[in-house]
Nanobody, 125 residues
Framework: QVQLVESGGGSVQAGGSLRLSCAASGRTSNIYTMGWFRQAPGKEREFVAA????????YYVDIMNGRFTISRDNTKNTVYLQMNSLKPEDTAVYYC??????????????????WGQGTQVTVSS
């Protein structure tokens, strides 16, 4: 089992920045990829970014246009999502997730085995 705890959400004005953190515990040696997803009210959960736990390969959704950066600190078993130039449409609950399989797509919600409780990000105009 892997436990994930997100933190760092909050309310900011458009153009502002936030850094989300996701601390993993338990059988972290089973983690292959860590991902960030988000879900806005009335919408499906969508992929934001991911990082391979050991190799450090990073994956982003194109529409972020370089505003978001994912990183990891393996010594702390923590993954970060730095979000800059935030827009009102970035408002959502942000979830951290862990994938233990090496052959599932990083882009799909269904590929991930463990999820955090989510942290709210609200961007006002």
């Amino acid at each position: 089992q892997v436990q994930l705890v997100e933190s760092g959400g909050g309310s900011v004005q458009a153009g502002g920045s936030l850094r989300l953190s996701c601390a993993a515990s338990g059988r972290t040696s089973n983690i292959y990829t860590m991902g960030w997803f988000r879900q806005a009210p009335g919408k499906e959960r969508e992929f934001v970014a991911a990082i391979d736990w050991s190799a450090g390969n990073k994956y982003y959704v194109d529409i972020m246009n370089g505003r978001f950066t994912i990183s990891r600190d393996n010594t702390k078993n923590t993954v970060y999502l730095q979000m800059n130039s935030l827009k009102p449409e970035d408002t959502a609950v942000y979830y951290c997730a862990a994938k233990t399989s090496t052959d599932r797509s990083v882009w799909l919600v269904s590929s991930y085995d463990y999820w955090g409780q989510g942290t709210q990000v609200t961007v006002s105009s």
